[in-house]
């Protein structure tokens, strides 16, 4: 059903992804509009105000006095170990939430941020944009029907390089403080959660393995390559900073094989290649812009009282296969999940 009216968003924290990827979906989403920006920054609160005809404010003003009212809802951008105090404060003022992933630097803040939006009732949601991919909701139609016989196993890589021109080896996704993992909560996420999406299944153990080679990883893993027990199925997955670009996902069932290369990129085009004993199909460049849907997704259920598939136990069920891989690395043990 269509809903009454717009949710109105304060997107909280302007970075790369904010600027490039949310804020353009935002803006040109059915049923939402950016109408708070809230950035540390003089220069951008100037540009992006402008740009979307937004109120932009800093990061004290955003929760104070009459601002509050000209938003619905907080989307928050920040790096991760900044989520949970805008979180926090978000609930408190009886917004609704849309958090990026990881939802926090630990599971333990997660599981606090999670707790504060249950608490004041509001509603949160992982932003996990692949699960509103019209490609990925076709393909888990197409593996629940048995296109591919029964599921078994799925293989996952997102690799892509944390030191480009842009960011050089000052930034936070290095600082371990901030970012609570390196490759395995940046990337690994994304394949890990989005076969748990195919699958609809949910980890019983994870065991893994991580690795630092360059100096600028010498505190946050630079690869990390871990596997995951479905019970009924298996998950391979590695995730790198360093190397060229490569998003690729396999599910193998009994009577044939899915492939989705490139799979995690907000804004590539997905190659999909379907493999069975009939023969070969390629769906070629079949995209959509995911993260509109991911926004229309949110405010429809915000705007209708509906359900959020990707809620925060969503967000916490990742955080805790991420951290049983970490633990694992540790031991060298299989970790139940
Ligand atoms: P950036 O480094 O590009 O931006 C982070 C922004 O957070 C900064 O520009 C700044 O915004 C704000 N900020 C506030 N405090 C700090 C601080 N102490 N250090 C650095 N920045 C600070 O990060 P991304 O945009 O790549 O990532 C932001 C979040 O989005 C992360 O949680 C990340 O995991 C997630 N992400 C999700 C993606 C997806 O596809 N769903 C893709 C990429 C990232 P300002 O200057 O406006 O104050």
Redesign the pocket.
């Known amino acids: 059903d269509s809903p009454e009216g717009t949710l109105r968003i304060a997107v909280v924290?302007?970075?790369?992804?904010?600027r490039a990827?949310s804020l353009p979906a935002i803006a040109t989403a059915d049923y939402c509009e950016p109408t708070v920006i809230v950035?540390?920054?003089a220069e951008?609160r100037a540009e992006l105000g402008e740009t979307y005809m937004a109120t932009a404010l800093d990061y004290h003003e955003y929760t104070a006095g009459q601002a509050v009212d000209e938003y619905d809802a907080v989307y928050v951008?920040?790096?991760?170990r900044?989520?949970l105090p805008h979180v926090e404060t978000a609930a408190r003022l009886g917004k609704a939430v849309i958090c990026?992933?990881?939802l926090e630097a630990t599971l333990e803040r997660a599981e606090r941020l999670v707790a504060a939006c249950e608490n004041e009732g509001v509603p949160l949601m992982t932003?996990y944009?692949m699960q509103a991919a019209p490609v990925v909701r076709r393909l888990r139609e197409f593996l629940r029907g048995g296109g591919i016989g029964e599921p078994q196993r799925a293989f996952g890589d997102f690799t892509y390089p944390a030191l480009d021109g842009e960011r050089g080896p000052d930034?936070?996704r290095l600082d371990p403080e901030?970012a609570g993992a390196g490759a395995l909560f940046?990337l690994g996420i994304y394949p890990l959660n989005t076969v748990r999406f195919l699958f609809d299944s949910d980890p019983v153990a994870a065991w893994g393995d991580t690795r630092s080679t360059g100096e600028a990883f010498a505190e946050v893993d630079e690869h990390s390559d871990f596997s995951v027990d479905f019970g009924e199925y298996v998950g391979n997955f590695s995730a790198s900073f360093s190397g060229y670009t490569t998003t690729r996902l396999t599910v193998q069932g009994t009577h044939g094989r899915v492939v989705v290369d490139p799979a995690f990129g907000?804004t590539e085009d997905r190659d999909i290649m379907v493999e069975t004993k009939a023969g070969r199909v390629r769906l070629v460049g079949v995209g959509a812009n995911e993260t509109r849907e991911e926004f229309d997704y949110f405010a429809n259920a915000v705007l209708t009282g509906g359900e959020i598939e990707s809620d925060g136990e969503d967000g916490l069920v990742d955080m805790r296969t991420m951290t049983a891989v970490l633990e694992s690395a540790e031991t060298g043990s299989r970790v139940d999940v």
């Not at 924290?13 to 904010?18: E, F, P, Q, R, S």
């Open positions: 924290g302007c970075g790369g992804h904010a990827v950035s540390g920054s951008k951008s920040t790096p991760n900044l989520h990026e992933k990881p932003a944009r930034q936070w901030l940046d907000s």
